[in-house]
């Protein structure tokens, strides 16, 4: 097993260039979730999906899409990437009942820098 | 809102020399408190779930408490693998699976 696999580990874009960062888990969790971790804050949930073809926004979703085609995928795209974009970004993924007694399965993240 | 805080923000130990990590949060409601842990360049790792005032989870050297408006993790006698960053989420009782999570106490344990 894999767990959550997350492409690219790193990344530099201009502003205003677009992006998606891949997260694949091989888990069958019906659960995923993208978050955003900058210094001195606490991750941050920027989109969920509790299944394939069902998302819903997190605490901080603007200026990002997402879909959930399959239940082994969920891509983050930046349409138009801002400086304020610049964080380290991880995927997450659970199932039902282990997200309930928060138990979450991270990627090792993605370091994303927007000059 | 929810708030979560941890402290300190960095924890330096001796090899052996137990501490306590702290979590203090505010929320309407408690519905579960979560230690995880970080190490440098990867995800975070579960560690402990906690559901109510007076509860206990023990792993290894590791073990997470919880009264009404904290959490404590002690860590007895450390190793330096245990050097990592440690954080604390809520979940608030009606807030669905929303985790906010607290920025973490950086430990580091010296030989």
């Not at chain 1, 969920?48 to 073809?53: D, H, L, P, R």
């Not at chain 1, 399959?70 to 995927?91: H, I, K, M």
């Not at chain 2, 990592?84 to 430990?107: D, P, R, S």
Request: net charge negative; proline share 5%.
């Amino acid at each position: 097993n894999a767990g959550v696999t997350q492409t690219p580990k790193f990344q530099v874009l201009k502003t205003g260039q677009s992006m998606t960062l891949q997260c694949a888990q091989d888990m069958n969790h019906e659960y995923m979730s993208w978050y955003r971790q900058d210094p001195g804050m606490g991750l941050r949930l920027i989109h969920y999906s509790v299944g394939a073809g069902i998302t819903d926004q997190g605490e901080v979703p603007n200026g990002y899409n997402v879909s959930r085609s399959t239940t082994e995928d969920f891509p983050l795209r930046l349409l138009s990437a801002a400086p304020s974009q610049t964080s380290v970004y991880f995927c997450a993924s659970s199932t039902p009942d282990r997200v309930r007694t928060g138990e979450l399965f991270f990627g090792e993240g993605s370091r994303l820098t927007v000059l | 809102e929810d708030q979560v805080t941890q402290s300190p923000e960095a924890l330096r130990l001796q090899e052996g020399e137990s501490s306590s990590l702290n979590c203090s949060y505010t929320v309407s409601g408690l519905r579960g408190l979560f230690w995880y842990r970080q190490d440098p360049g990867k995800g975070p790792e579960f560690l402990f779930t906690l559901y109510s005032a007076g509860e206990e989870k023990e792993k290894e050297r590791l073990k997470a408490t919880l009264t009404k408006k904290e959490s404590f993790l002690h860590i007895t006698a450390p190793k330096p693998e245990d050097s990592a960053t440690y954080l604390c989420a809520v979940q608030e009782a009606g807030g669905g699976n929303k985790l906010t999570f607290g920025t973490g106490t950086q430990l580091k344990v010296e030989l």
